[in-house]
């Protein structure tokens, strides 16, 4: 069977290399490397127009929403704090347009730090403008102790407490519609959000692909092959209709 196609959202930002200096679609190598090391084929989802999102996850067995700029604030009704950083509206609205069309067509997807923070405010969630202690300085990546809440799809990936690679300075106030918590950091922080199965659905907190640690990826790609493998299992007409609903 061949490999699960994962996308994998990107920035989109001015950025140097060789003799040019011009915006690029830019997206860190640990991603597709995490994506690669947990069986699935990586590809790069650039910005575009909100229109397009349902064909693009069409064509998709999985849907990460990268880590990256602070969501802005007017998407879940606040008005912005002075440390929020500043938008990037491009980026805001394809994702949340590839978010409901993953949602409405029950492609796997995983939210990766603003990912979920996103998938949070796609379901009518709030977020926390600013929180210390979870960024240990300007361009370093910590690490603090996440715990799993008993009985959650991430409990079922990671089982027990773990040390996570963490940079981020906002986090989920009210929960979106449907999402429960899956794991807190030790000072109660909502470190992981999912929704109830059948739906595969998970965001979390941190950056997996700083890490070794391939469980929360593997998960989302084997729940891609899963559906992936429709077409073999139901008969072409039957899994493509299941991909419209």
Not at 58 to 72: H, P, S, T
Not at 220 to 233: D, Q, S
């Amino acid at each position: 069977m061949s490999k699960p196609l994962i996308g994998v959202t990107t920035y989109l930002d001015q950025a140097r290399w060789g003799v040019w200096d011009m915006q690029a679609a830019l997206l860190p190598a640990p991603y597709p490397r995490l994506v690669r090391e947990s069986g699935g084929l990586a590809v790069m989802l650039p910005p575009d127009e909100p229109a397009a999102a349902a064909e693009v996850v069409a064509r998709l067995d999985g849907l990460v929403v990268a880590g990256g700029a602070d969501v802005e604030p007017v998407r879940y009704g606040a008005e912005p704090d002075p440390r929020t950083g500043p938008p990037a509206r491009a980026r805001d609205s394809w994702e949340l347009a590839l978010i409901d069309a993953a949602l409405a067509s029950g492609t796997p997807l995983l939210g990766i730090c603003r990912g979920m923070q996103l998938l949070n405010v796609a379901l009518g969630g709030t977020l926390v403008q600013h929180l210390d202690g979870h960024v240990e300085a300007v361009g370093v990546i910590g690490r603090h102790a996440v715990k799993p809440v008993p009985g959650t799809r991430y409990a079922s990936l990671v089982p027990e407490l773990t040390e996570v690679p963490t940079y981020h300075h906002q986090a989920v106030d009210r929960l979106g519609a449907g999402l429960a918590a899956s794991a807190h950091a030790e000072d109660g922080t909502v470190e992981a959000v999912e929704l109830a199965a059948p739906a595969w659905a998970l965001g979390v907190q941190w950056h997996p692909e700083m890490g070794e640690d391939l469980r929360v990826m593997r998960g989302l790609v084997e729940a891609a092959g899963i559906r992936r493998a429709l077409p073999v299992m139901r008969g072409p007409a039957e899994a493509a209709g299941a991909r419209r609903a």
